[in-house]
């Protein structure tokens, strides 16, 4: 009697474990492919033939599930939150700037500086209601007459400058929505010297400007080597390589996709992909690691070029003034900062504690007085 007990024991063990063993198998083969795989090699190799669980198939329902969480990996990109500004625009109701304010007269004297270097951006901001960027943006799109170009909706740039702008976070101390407007300034002014007037067509202009517009959207305030050391999401999706570059423009175009917020929907297919590869390269070029390499291939092309007469460079085919410019951008990303640093002392550090694991200090940032930790948002830091 105590030997049948036992049996019915063990055979109860057994149907239960198979139950468990069934369950979890079910659940791996519906992780993916490979999983499935795993489940009927488990089955076939360990399990008895007359006893053998049931090999498990996904089921229709795991399978709509498997490809929705699919389509969410392939669209979903972090930092990308619901913001709807379109259906509360119309061309008929865009302020003068671009922006809705009481201090318009005061703004418009600040913004007679667009094509100076030395426009106070804080005070553009004090007088804009704090969206610096779209204001600035729309003040250079009006200035040199993109809208009409490019036939850009004002409504839809409004809509889409004041989606990139939620997407720049205030509470990080410099590279926010300020700091882009003060690039795009700057962009806008470089573009503007007798050096290089004619030199870029305005499709190249376009993407320049908006490269600056974009370059640091979503930005958490951290540099490219703490998000590698700490595992982050985003270095994890990069691979390490220019990570908060490559996000910002993830964030920048999947943007256009939001309500009323493609501004380049009148631009031919060609157009939008030209532009989206020299956006690609601008932003990416901001990576200060890659600065080094990209000096020396300009270098190397300006002494392998033709000069004109009068000293000036030839750039005459697209590859020379991408390469041109995707070397100017880092500089005036880091110009930009550094004046700011001089000029505001209201640029906050935050404390900061990593076992060692960051570099303590970013190549190429002690110029100016200044050193710059990695994961310091600002230039405020110590003198040197």
Same mark, same amino acid.
């Given at each position: 009697?105590?030997?049948?007990?036992?049996?019915?024991?063990?055979?109860?063990?057994?149907?239960?474990?198979?139950?468990? !063993?069934?369950? %979890? #198998?079910?659940? +791996?083969?519906?992780?993916?492919?490979?999983?499935?795989? =795993? *489940? @009927?090699?488990?089955? $076939?190799?360990?399990?008895?033939?007359?006893?053998?669980?049931?090999?498990?198939?996904?089921?229709?329902?795991?399978?709509?599930?498997?490809?929705?969480?699919?389509?969410?990996?392939?669209?979903?990109?972090?930092?990308?939150?619901?913001?709807?500004?379109?259906?509360?625009?119309?061309?008929?109701?865009?302020?003068?700037?671009?922006?809705?304010?009481?201090?318009?007269?005061? !703004?418009?004297? %600040? #913004?007679?500086? +667009?094509?100076?270097?030395?426009?106070?951006?804080?005070? =553009? *901001? @004090?007088?804009?209601? $704090?969206?610096?960027?779209?204001?600035?943006?729309?003040?250079?799109?009006?200035?040199?007459?993109?809208?009409?170009?490019?036939?850009?909706?004002?409504?839809?740039?409004?809509?889409?400058?004041?989606?990139?702008?939620?997407?720049?976070?205030?509470?990080?101390?410099?590279?926010?929505?300020?700091?882009?407007?003060?690039?795009?300034?700057?962009?806008?002014?470089?573009?503007?010297?007798?050096?290089?007037?004619?030199?870029?067509?305005?499709?190249?202009?376009?993407?320049?400007?908006?490269?600056?517009?974009?370059?640091?959207?979503?930005?958490?305030?951290?540099?490219?080597?703490?998000?590698?050391?700490?595992?982050?999401?985003?270095?994890?999706?990069?691979?390490?390589?220019?990570?908060?570059?490559?996000?910002?423009?993830?964030?920048?175009?999947?943007?256009?996709?939001?309500?009323?917020?493609?501004?380049?929907?009148?631009?031919?297919?060609?157009?939008?992909?030209?532009?989206?590869?020299?956006?690609?390269?601008?932003?990416?070029?901001?990576?200060?690691?890659?600065?080094?390499?990209?000096?020396?291939?300009?270098?190397?092309?300006?002494?392998?070029?033709?000069?004109?007469?009068?000293?000036?460079?030839?750039?005459?085919?697209?590859?020379?003034?991408?390469?041109?410019?995707?070397?100017?951008?880092?500089?005036?990303?880091?110009?930009?900062?550094?004046?700011?640093?001089?000029?505001?002392?209201?640029?906050?550090?935050?404390?900061?504690?990593?076992?060692?694991?960051?570099?303590?200090?970013?190549?190429?940032?002690?110029?100016?007085?200044?050193?710059?930790?990695?994961?310091?948002?600002?230039?405020?830091?110590?003198?040197?």
């Amino acid at each position: 009697m105590p030997e049948a007990n036992y049996l019915l024991s063990v055979s109860w063990g057994y149907i239960k474990f198979k139950r468990m !063993l069934n369950r %979890e #198998l079910t659940h +791996l083969s519906e992780m993916s492919r490979s999983g499935n795989q =795993v *489940s @009927e090699f488990i089955s $076939n190799t360990f399990l008895d033939k007359q006893n053998d669980v049931e090999i498990p198939s996904p089921t229709s329902k795991a399978r709509e599930k498997k490809k929705q969480q699919k389509q969410q990996l392939m669209t979903q990109i972090s930092g990308v939150k619901k913001v709807s500004h379109g259906p509360l625009l119309s061309s008929s109701s865009i302020s003068r700037f671009g922006v809705k304010t009481d201090k318009e007269e005061l !703004l418009s004297k %600040e #913004l007679e500086e +667009l094509n100076k270097w030395g426009l106070n951006i804080f005070t =553009v *901001s @004090e007088y804009s209601n $704090n969206r610096p960027l779209t204001c600035i943006m729309y003040a250079i799109f009006q200035e040199r007459d993109l809208l009409k170009t490019f036939k850009i909706p004002a409504d839809t740039f409004v809509a889409y400058m004041m989606t990139l702008e939620d997407h720049y976070h205030s509470d990080v101390a410099y590279h926010n929505s300020l700091h882009a407007a003060d690039v795009a300034q700057s962009t806008h002014i470089l573009l503007s010297t007798p050096a290089l007037d004619a030199v870029f067509t305005d499709l190249e202009i376009l993407a320049a400007i908006f490269a600056a517009a974009i370059h640091d959207v979503d930005h958490p305030g951290v540099s490219n080597q703490f998000l590698i050391n700490t595992n982050s999401e985003l270095a994890l999706m990069y691979n390490d390589e220019s990570v908060l570059e490559n996000h910002h423009l993830a964030v920048g175009f999947k943007l256009l996709q939001e309500d009323n917020c493609d501004i380049f929907q009148n631009l031919t297919k060609k157009q939008r992909q030209s532009l989206r590869k020299m956006v690609i390269d601008m932003v990416l070029a901001t990576d200060m690691s890659k600065h080094m390499s990209l000096l020396a291939d300009l270098k190397t092309m300006v002494e392998t070029k033709k000069v004109t007469s009068s000293g000036v460079l030839l750039l005459d085919n697209y590859t020379d003034r991408i390469q041109v410019w995707c070397t100017s951008t880092p500089q005036i990303d880091r110009n930009c900062l550094w004046g700011s640093c001089d000029a505001e002392a209201e640029w906050s550090a935050y404390d900061w504690k990593i076992e060692g694991s960051v570099p303590p200090f970013l190549p190429m940032c002690q110029s100016g007085g200044y050193r710059l930790a990695p994961v310091f948002s600002c230039g405020v830091a110590t003198s040197v």
